[in-house]
């Protein structure tokens, strides 16, 4: 058999372009694919083997022991997993941070996708968005990007281990001390609570990563009864405002 020809993403391309198509090649291939990437962006300061692996990971990727980082390029043997990519980017000013990805979000790449979640109703009632279920379009045209704690696609977010959360978070913490977001908002309050302050409420929290402001709302998922629609409106207001604060775009 032929070797595999080795995929080139995002050569001589801006650091913050990876994401988009990283997505792009999580797209092209289905669940269990294995691929041979070079990641060959234009060198950067915040350009490393660290991030490199990051962006992988996020993008929805397993990667493999292979990985090796060598003149500001990546090369990595990595397998595409059921998940849904990370939707960040250049202007991110609000980053949405949630537990992990449904089966439903990951086959239809749209965060919160689900019927019966609320986040979208509650964004668009906000203001916080524009357009209904479209990441790509939240982040072009208002600065929102998107994340999980874990990429791994589960049906219920408690068959996800401490320890992945905790990995996790170290992950998001990093992409938020690059991106500079105003705002990460993390929805769902169990894994906050368990990592960070374990008495924390719905609001405006008491510690900041990387000196961005965190906001903590509960989870939009239907089955979440003890929220209504309103309140999760009112938190995504909330939101808007913490990121509309002097927002420059670079």
Partial sequence: MPA??????????????????LASLHAAHSV?????????????????????????????????????????????KVVRIESLPDAVGRGLK?????????PYSASSAIPYGRPGNRFWPAALGAGLVSKDRDPWHALSQHGVGFTDLVRRTTRRADEV?????????????????WLKPKTACFVGLAA???????????????VRIGGVRVYLMPHTSGLNASARLEDLKGHMRNVRDLSERGFTRK
């Fill in 4 to 21: 595999k020809k080795r995929l080139v993403i995002a050569a001589g391309r801006p650091l913050a372009q990876v994401p988009r198509a």
């Fill in 32 to 76: 269990g694919e294995e691929l041979l990437v070079k990641l060959s962006p234009k060198p950067s300061s915040r350009w490393g083997r660290e991030r490199a692996e990051d962006l992988l990971i996020g993008a929805g990727f397993e990667v493999q022991s292979s990985f090796l980082f060598r003149g500001q390029s990546a090369f990595a």
């Fill in 94 to 102: 609000t980053l949405i941070v949630g537990l992990n990805p449904s």
């Fill in 161 to 177: 281990s401490i320890e992945e959360f905790r990995t996790g978070f170290d992950r998001v913490e990093r992409l938020i001390e």
């Fill in 192 to 206: 906050w609570r368990a990592l960070v302050q374990r008495d924390a409420v719905a609001g405006i929290q008491p």
